[in-house]
């Protein structure tokens, strides 16, 4: 439908936004392909995180508790943070968009790294904020393109770091000097949905800096290394007034009772999170020499995933589809000639490895 023939015209800018598209999950005619195109973790939730889920299952009828509180409190101990500064949401996407309605609007700037995830500059035009991409050096982030595209219009800056679809990261000493050089009104927000992967000596999660610089959010998910992707829960630390607003802007009971219950007995579970670490960067590793062997140089990753270049990435991907295996296409995010593949278990490795080893390059 045009827009000359709608019936209720929306708010101007909405029709500048492409609707994001998650990673493919079928295959037609296959009845279990090997899903590595959402960065899920291969071997699920925490069997602790599943028998909560389940135990709740007789108060579904009940209304879940709108603060989130056994979880904030359980992650203010995991992490030794203020519980007050913790904010759940549905979904990190959630405190996404929450921060952009907070602080953006028409008129304003949402400055984010080129290749950075695609809810920020949708999140900022649905606000009618004005989406500004820095470009980056080397697939990475760089401070001194941000700190150049940064005016007096710059409300959040957006900073995946590690990189989702790129895998790079910047160190602490960045981070610190890309904070130092923002202007005042400009409020820094970490994406840290990928934290857990990081084995990085210079990396820092950045929840120091909330409470160090009043100037910094953090958030994280429970979609990824917690394999909790389908209850869509997500987290923010932020200094005290920014959680204050976003509680006010966040739905009353935004996070449902089986997802607070699952992420408590999660958090509980840190056997099951150091496991998935562990195996992700043994077939990370691996992966990326086999690769290496077929004369494809991955991108250095700290995720669980790695960005993959191919001389016709569609190709490749149509071919891997005969092969049963789903990856990410990466054109949405300016990466046409790449393809994204999450780290899945040794045989999905494998599968991937044997598969390539076929293709017509």
Same mark, same amino acid.
């Given at each position: 439908?045009?827009?000359?023939?709608?019936?209720?015209?929306?708010?101007?800018?909405?029709?500048?936004?492409?609707?994001?598209?998650?990673?493919?999950?079928?295959?037609?005619?296959?009845?279990?392909?090997?899903?590595?195109?959402?960065?899920?973790?291969?071997?699920? &939730?925490?069997?602790?995180?599943?028998?909560?889920?389940?135990?709740?299952?007789?108060?579904?009828?009940?209304?879940?508790?709108?603060?989130?509180?056994?979880?904030?409190?359980?992650?203010?101990?995991?992490?030794?943070?203020?519980?007050?500064?913790?904010?759940?949401?549905?979904?990190?996407?959630?405190?996404?968009?929450?921060?952009?309605?907070?602080?953006?609007? %028409?008129?304003?700037?949402?400055?984010?790294?080129?290749?950075?995830?695609?809810?920020?500059?949708?999140?900022?035009?649905?606000?009618?904020?004005?989406?500004?991409?820095? &470009?980056?050096?080397?697939?990475?982030?760089?401070?001194?393109?941000?700190?150049?595209?940064?005016?007096?219009?710059?409300?959040?800056?957006?900073?995946?770091? &590690?990189?989702?679809?790129?895998?790079?990261?910047?160190?602490?000493?960045?981070?610190?000097?890309?904070?130092?050089?923002?202007?005042?009104?400009?409020?820094?927000?970490?994406?840290?949905?990928?934290?857990?992967?990081?084995?990085?000596?210079?990396?820092?999660?950045?929840?120091?800096?909330?409470?160090?610089?009043?100037?910094?959010?953090?958030?994280?998910?429970?979609?990824?290394?917690?394999?909790?992707?389908?209850?869509?829960?997500?987290?923010?630390?932020?200094?005290?007034?920014?959680?204050?607003?976003?509680?006010?802007?966040?739905?009353?009971?935004?996070?449902?009772?089986?997802?607070?219950?699952?992420?408590?007995?999660?958090?509980?579970?840190?056997?099951?999170?150091?496991?998935?670490?562990?195996?992700?960067?043994?077939?990370?590793?691996?992966?990326?020499?086999?690769?290496?062997?077929?004369?494809?140089?991955?991108?250095?990753?700290?995720?669980?995933?790695?960005?993959? &270049?191919?001389?016709?990435?569609?190709?490749?991907?149509?071919?891997?589809?005969?092969?049963?295996?789903?990856?990410?296409?990466?054109?949405?995010?300016?990466?046409?000639?790449?393809?994204?593949?999450?780290?899945?278990?040794?045989?999905?490795?494998?599968?991937?490895?044997?598969?390539?080893?076929?293709? %017509?390059?």
């Amino acid at each position: 439908m045009s827009i000359a023939t709608r019936r209720f015209a929306p708010r101007p800018g909405i029709f500048d936004v492409e609707p994001y598209v998650g990673g493919e999950a079928r295959i037609p005619g296959v009845t279990e392909p090997i899903r590595l195109a959402a960065n899920e973790n291969p071997f699920g &939730p925490s069997r602790k995180a599943v028998e909560a889920y389940a135990e709740v299952a007789g108060g579904l009828h009940r209304y879940p508790d709108g603060g989130s509180t056994a979880l904030r409190d359980t992650l203010a101990e995991l992490h030794g943070l203020d519980a007050a500064r913790i904010v759940c949401g549905n979904g990190s996407d959630e405190l996404i968009s929450l921060l952009v309605r907070a602080y953006a609007g %028409p008129g304003d700037e949402v400055l984010y790294s080129r290749h950075g995830f695609l809810m920020y500059p949708i999140a900022a035009k649905t606000a009618g904020a004005t989406a500004v991409a820095a &470009p980056e050096r080397n697939l990475t982030a760089d401070v001194d393109a941000l700190l150049a595209h940064a005016s007096d219009k710059t409300r959040l800056v957006f900073l995946a770091n &590690p990189n989702n679809p790129t895998g790079s990261y910047l160190p602490d000493r960045e981070i610190r000097r890309l904070l130092d050089g923002l202007p005042e009104q400009a409020l820094l927000v970490l994406d840290t949905a990928y934290v857990e992967y990081v084995q990085a000596a210079d990396y820092s999660d950045g929840l120091k800096l909330v409470e160090e610089t009043e100037r910094v959010v953090v958030t994280r998910t429970f979609s990824k290394i917690y394999g909790l992707a389908a209850l869509r829960l997500g987290w923010a630390y932020a200094p005290a007034e920014v959680a204050d607003v976003l509680n006010r802007l966040r739905g009353p009971f935004n996070v449902s009772l089986p997802a607070q219950v699952a992420a408590v007995a999660a958090l509980g579970d840190q056997e099951h999170l150091r496991h998935s670490a562990e195996q992700n960067s043994t077939w990370r590793t691996w992966f990326a020499e086999q690769l290496a062997r077929l004369n494809i140089r991955a991108e250095p990753s700290e995720g669980n995933f790695l960005l993959v &270049p191919f001389a016709d990435a569609p190709a490749a991907a149509a071919f891997l589809k005969t092969r049963g295996i789903l990856v990410r296409a990466m054109a949405a995010y300016g990466l046409p000639g790449h393809l994204r593949v999450t780290v899945g278990t040794e045989a999905e490795m494998r599968a991937v490895v044997a598969a390539l080893k076929d293709y %017509p390059q």
